[in-house]
């Protein structure tokens, strides 16, 4: 979590660094702070709040001048959100300046032995003990700053990406990274770090992501130099060519980027099967599926392991999985998988999903995964991520940039891919008749038209949203592959409109949760045709004899549902299986316009972050 940004050239640095950490706020955004250096004065300003906090407070100072630069979006750790600890932080010295994105874990002890040599702590943070590591580093071996921090990294346990400049060197910034992405972007004389590339997109497309335990002297006239943090090898730039445009990380008139992204949903599904699918063919294709076809072929069993929302794709694909290619699934959350010894074989595939390709415990579970010999395959968003550079082999969801804090259309990219996967392995083990996987490819080519038409529901779903906007509590319930949609869309309500919310399969209400309900209490139930419709509706009656509110959502042309329900959304038909990608929309807007409607920042909701690269 967190957000650095970071820049060394010929231009004003502030405009570059505070328009860059707006467009990294998703990744954190209780604090942020700013350090402007012109070679001779370095200027610091910090504050609690948002990006827009910093500028006003910023441009008070008015002294904003600096062609070196670096900034911070915070997502607290160690220390609660203030000014004080705010990034940038100084050394004793006042010479040396960090910012950092990540956790020290073996932070205190340091501290320790550097408050015996008369160090002193403004800050309850980990970066503060850090810059001070490598100051005390630097003066004890009389070395300069680049060796410093490569010596001071290899005493440190823990996660980071690092940028830090020096006073007495006006034209270099040393950035590190372990385990917390960053990336360098290379223009005319001029160089960029952060978190992304989003920043610097509008000044360069070419760009060096550094890998794991790597870290590099960026000094102005010079090329970019990587080292190896631990033994000093060289490593030599791969300089990437991005693809990235700046519309797709802008809102582009809608209010909020989530909004932006639900509607983005039919061509985001789109460009996620487009030239993988091919119905007059007869054919998925998926270059990295390809290669290892045989490895799912022969799997005992596939083990998912994700978090959040992604982990709610998992169970999606744990239907998928089963029911089409007849192979058992396991659906893992990733923090619990890699603390708990699982039994694990080399004939295990195991499928790593995750959006950002950045989420620490999907990180962890994938390196156990691999140790214990596991093939394993990561579904990620984010191009070049580290999810996806430390899988075997994987599938990119080419949902484009999500920017909302609330995962909406990487979901049903993750089902799109995975749909793919399984359909592909069905095919190739002859589970399914050539008519079959014809009529199951034509439908999925479909699927864009039919959420087009599912976004169609969003006046109804509004009109919903206001009934139901001052609920203090809902319960979501779906069966089969609508479980995890219910799982998802309760998820979806908590994270942007602080309303309790719990998903259920709608078959398990009576061991429960039935209790719960009264007159006060909406409940959202999944009831489309195919599937368990008839289970679902007696699931129904029973909420309607106990006095809840009901509001269904539906197979267009449902009669029974709507003489029962208090509301009922209609979606187009399709294949069961396909359902999710449907049904999970209107309650995508329904979060939404809820969360508008009390007024909550749905794009950076509190205490949340976008990629979780903590444990
Ligand atoms: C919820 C949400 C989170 C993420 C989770 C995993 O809307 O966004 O639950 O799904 O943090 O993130 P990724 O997919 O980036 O690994």
Not at 220 to 226: A, C, P
Not at 271 to 282: K, V
Not at 469 to 486: E, H, I, M, Q, T
Request: charged share 25%; glycine share 8%; aromatic share 8%.
């Amino acid at each position: 979590m967190c957000g650095i940004v970071g820049y060394i050239g010929h231009r004003d640095a502030y405009p570059i660094i505070v328009k860059g950490l707006q467009r990294l706020e998703y990744r954190g955004y209780d604090s942020a702070g700013i350090a402007l250096f012109d070679g001779e004065d370095i200027k610091i300003s910090k504050t609690k709040g948002k990006v827009e906090d910093l500028k006003q407070k910023a441009e008070v100072a008015n002294n904003l001048t600096g062609n070196l630069g670096i900034g911070h979006t915070r997502w607290a750790t160690h220390g609660v959100p203030n000014d004080v600890n705010s990034h940038p932080h100084y050394s004793n010295s006042g010479d040396l300046v960090i910012i950092h994105n990540g956790i020290i874990e073996n932070y205190d002890t340091i501290k320790k032995a550097l408050t015996k040599r008369r160090y002193t702590f403004e800050s309850d943070t980990d970066t503060e003990v850090l810059i001070n590591l490598i100051e005390e580093v630097k003066k004890k071996e009389g070395v300069k700053l680049g060796k410093a921090v490569q010596i001071a990294l290899n005493e440190v346990v823990g996660a980071y990406a690092i940028a830090v400049f020096d006073r007495q060197k006006p034209d270099e910034i040393v950035v590190a990274k372990l385990g917390s992405p960053l990336a360098v972007g290379i223009g005319e004389n001029e160089y960029f770090i952060a978190s992304d590339a989003s920043p610097f997109i509008e000044f360069t497309n070419n760009a060096v992501y550094l890998e794991d335990e790597e870290m590099a002297i960026i000094r102005l006239g010079k090329e970019i130099k990587l080292r190896k943090i631990k033994d000093d090898a060289i490593a030599y730039p791969d300089v990437l060519e991005l693809k990235l445009n700046l519309e797709e990380i802008e809102k582009g008139g809608y209010d909020h980027f989530m909004l932006k992204e639900i509607y983005e949903q039919p061509r985001a599904i789109l460009d996620t099967y487009r030239g993988r699918l091919l119905p007059d063919q007869g054919l998925v294709k998926m270059a990295g599926l390809d290669q290892h076809i045989e490895k799912f072929l022969n799997a005992n069993r596939i083990i998912i392991v994700a978090c959040g929302t992604s982990w709610h794709a998992g169970l999606v694909a744990e239907y998928i999985f089963e029911d089409l290619a007849r192979i058992p699934v396991e659906v893992e959350y990733a923090s619990e998988f890699r603390y708990r010894n699982p039994v694990i074989t080399h004939n295990d595939v195991v499928i790593a999903i995750s959006q950002s390709g950045e989420t620490a415990d999907t990180l962890a579970a994938i390196k156990l995964a691999k140790e214990r010999d596991a093939f394993v395959f990561g579904v990620c968003n984010v191009v070049g991520s580290s999810i996806s550079r430390e899988t075997h082999a994987g599938a990119y969801t080419h949902a484009g940039p999500e920017i909302g804090v609330a995962s909406t259309k990487a979901f049903t990219t993750q089902i799109t891919v995975l749909t793919l996967i399984a359909l592909k392995i069905a095919k190739e083990k002859g589970e399914f008749s050539a008519s079959k996987f014809h009529e199951f490819l034509t439908e999925l080519e479909n699927i864009p038209g039919k959420v087009e038409k599912a976004l169609d529901s969003n006046n109804i779903v509004e009109e919903v949203a206001n009934v139901y906007k001052d609920s203090s509590n809902c319960l979501y319930l779906g069966r089969g592959y609508n479980f995890p949609v219910a799982l998802e869309g309760a998820l979806k309500l908590k994270e942007i409109s602080y309303i309790h919310a719990e998903g259920y399969p709608a078959a398990e209400m009576k061991h429960g949760p039935i209790a719960l309900i009264d007159d006060q209490m909406p409940v959202f139930v999944i009831a489309t045709k195919k599937g368990h419709y008839e289970k679902v509706v007696s699931n129904i009656q029973e909420i309607k004899s106990r006095k809840g509110k009901i509001i269904a959502i539906v197979t267009e042309g449902d009669e029974t549902v709507k003489s029962l329900a208090d509301h009922v959304i209609e979606i187009p038909e399709t294949i069961e299986s396909l359902t999710p990608l449907l049904t999970t929309i209107p309650l995508q807007l329904l979060s939404y316009h809820i969360a508008v409607m009390r007024n909550c920042n749905v794009d950076q909701p509190r205490n949340l972050a976008k990629s979780v690269t903590v444990e």
